[in-house]
């Protein structure tokens, strides 16, 4: 009775960390792939066919916007055929529903500076809370947890990618799952020496609640990948307490 969601994040427009993402989704035989954001970039058209690679997927391809991804660049990868582009709804996928949430801002033009934007994410956090109170998921899905800092307490399970670093905690009986940079942080993992890793997580449900995850990391394509299981238990009882008017 167990499903498995793979989560990634931050792909900023790598070609290899989508075949990663291929690699994990046949051989841990998840239900669906949730990305929550940042498969672009710089906001340049031509990212747009990062999608193309996206094509065939084995399995659905959910996809929640972040502060990367320009308006028309959410469009295009919306249109592809295995892409479900989640923003302010829900989608079921593995007898789980998961609510995505875009984020608000494009700062990558620089015409809206980081401040601006975390002050944009807080003050959205108030309507996603609404939504988590209406819809009542199994997941809530966002690319920067301050979308989701309404909700602890509300939702079994948030995951978010953004900080490019992984992250596992307990807030209020909610599981908070931030995923490490898919993409090895981008094409900048070309031009640079650096030592960096594809990352991701699968995250194992039972009963629709959150029972397990593994991390992995890939050094490069065609190597060994490393495996780190942490065991998840969500606190149901505090959760009821939480939700209670």
Do not use: C, M
């Not at 058209?45 to 990367?68: K, Q, S, W």
């Not at 469009?75 to 995505?100: F, K, N, P, S």
């Not at 596992?168 to 890793?197: C, K, M, N, W, Y």
């Amino acid at each position: 009775g167990t499903k498995a969601i793979l989560h990634v994040s931050d792909i900023h427009s790598n070609p290899l960390g989508v075949e990663v993402t291929r690699q994990l989704a046949r051989q841990f035989d998840v239900s669906a792939v949730i990305d929550t954001g940042d498969l672009t970039s710089f906001g340049n058209p031509v990212e747009a066919r990062i999608g193309d690679l996206i094509e065939g997927f084995p399995t659905p391809y959910v996809f929640i916007p972040g502060n990367h991804d320009s308006t028309a660049n959410r469009v295009a990868v919306g249109r592809i055929e295995e892409v479900v582009l989640l923003d302010r709804e829900t989608v079921t996928v593995g007898g789980l529903d998961v609510l995505g949430w875009a984020d608000p801002t494009f700062t990558a033009s620089n015409q809206t500076s980081t401040e601006e934007g975390n002050t944009a994410r807080e003050e959205e956090a108030e309507l996603v809370v609404e939504a988590v109170e209406e819809l009542t998921p199994d997941i809530l899905a966002v690319h920067d947890e301050r979308l989701a800092e309404d909700s602890y307490g509300r939702v079994p399970l948030v995951i978010s990618g953004h900080t490019h670093e992984r992250d596992l905690r307990i807030e209020e009986g909610t599981i908070q799952l931030v995923v490490g940079s898919t993409g090895a942080t981008g094409l900048g993992s070309f031009t640079i020496e650096a030592d960096l890793p594809y990352e991701a997580q699968v995250i194992y449900f039972r009963d629709g609640l959150p029972s397990a995850v593994d991390y992995v990391s890939f050094k490069s394509l065609g190597s060994e990948f490393d495996i780190q299981r942490e065991v998840l238990e969500v606190d149901e009882e505090l959760l009821e307490e939480s939700q209670a008017p």
